[in-house]
């Protein structure tokens, strides 16, 4: 059983879990991401078990809630959203750089692999019980994700 | 881009994180799974923590007290579901903001007595009988809960008060007149006693 109070959670994690959902998908949908993730991280925290690794686990939610966010937003015919919603001008300044874009282009399972290891620094164990794959198939996948980045996107890191 | 690790060291957006946890407070509040909330405030006598159940507030904690502490106290006794969510406390804020301006006598919350019980807990509902700027002894406050013997546990009463502040445990002082103990360290008391009789 947790003990920790949930903030706490919220204050190590939240940043990682950003980055994370903007490796995979764009700043709109990652922020819904990040927000149920959260919520529902929050109904469940009572029960986690006080060894579990938080970060893996908040990672294996957020793994679920993007794909409902990509699945909800693929039986949406009309993207109406971008036409309605006024400027805010809110919180989006770098979400959709070059390097970002680039990851959210690689094929799924190297998206997933890359992120889940590169920007929220899981080991490739841990990732492939979230995949659903053996390690080696998940480390290939992070391995062809980089190589296909450096190929896409050749500028490196941010300045 | 020699190393993967870095390639991903944007500077996450503080505002964005600072919206997000805005959107989860609010979120946690309609679910029905915001357990504890807390928010700090300023105060005369230091930084002081406030927390809420839905039933109402129920902790006030002083800086000496360890605010970490507390909440992990909180998340062990009542729910880990703690959040830091103003928002449930923003009445509390102002009636504290108006105590320590002398424009506030008493306080008119909802209160969560549930981290007390027994001889404590009947001690603490019957400090608010002790109006603004009156004291009492300790001696008198267990004449006043019908067991005059239990002046020491009237003391621990007092120095494990929740609620110091709105329950006015502040007004308890020793027989010989001089301020005593207090949960929030002797100064606070006395700057408390010096506000009150001032006011």
């Known amino acids: ?159 | 881009m020699n190393n993967p690790d870095d390639l991903f060291a944007t500077p996450a957006d503080a505002d964005t994180l600072a919206r997000l946890h805005r959107r989860l407070e609010q979120a946690a509040e309609d679910e029905g799974l915001l357990d504890v909330a807390y928010r700090t405030v300023d105060s005369p006598v230091g930084t002081l923590l406030l927390a809420a159940t839905p039933r109402g507030l129920v902790r006030v904690a002083y800086d000496v007290e360890g605010h970490d502490r507390v909440l992990d106290t909180l998340a062990s006794r009542l729910s880990t579901r703690v959040l830091r969510a103003p928002k449930r406390l923003d009445a509390v804020a102002q009636e504290l903001e108006e105590y320590f301006s002398g424009r506030r006598r008493s306080f008119d919350l909802p209160l969560d007595l549930s981290l007390s019980k027994g001889f404590r807990l009947l001690v603490q509902q019957q400090l608010p009988s002790i109006g603004y700027a009156q004291t009492r002894s300790y001696r008198q406050v267990a004449e006043l809960v019908g067991n005059p013997k239990a002046v020491r546990a009237v003391g621990t009463a007092c120095a494990t008060n929740p609620l110091p502040l709105v329950l006015p445990c502040h007004r308890v002082l020793r027989t010989d007149g001089t301020p005593g103990q207090y949960v929030g360290g002797p100064a606070a008391k006395t700057t408390l006693l010096n506000l009150e009789a001032a006011a």
């Open chain 1, 1 to 159: 059983m947790s003990t920790k109070p949930f903030e706490k959670v919220v204050e190590e994690h939240g940043r990682t879990v950003l980055r994370v959902c903007r490796a995979l998908l764009a700043s709109h949908d990652a922020d819904d991401a990040w927000s149920e993730t959260f919520l529902s991280a929050m109904r469940a925290y009572p029960d986690l078990p006080e060894t579990a690794n938080v970060e893996a686990w908040l990672v294996t939610i957020a793994h679920r809630k993007a794909i409902d966010v990509l699945r909800s937003r693929s039986r949406q015919p009309v993207p109406v959203e971008e036409v309605t919603e006024a400027p805010t001008g809110l919180g989006v300044p770098d979400a959709d750089d070059g390097l970002w874009q680039a990851v959210r282009a690689l094929p799924d399972k190297q998206r997933q692999a890359v992120a889940y290891h590169y920007v929220a620094g899981l080991p490739y164990a841990e990732i492939a019980q979230i995949l659903g794959g053996t390690i080696d198939a998940a480390r290939r996948a992070a391995a062809d994700g980089i190589r296909n980045l450096r190929k896409n996107y050749p500028g490196g890191g941010p300045s």
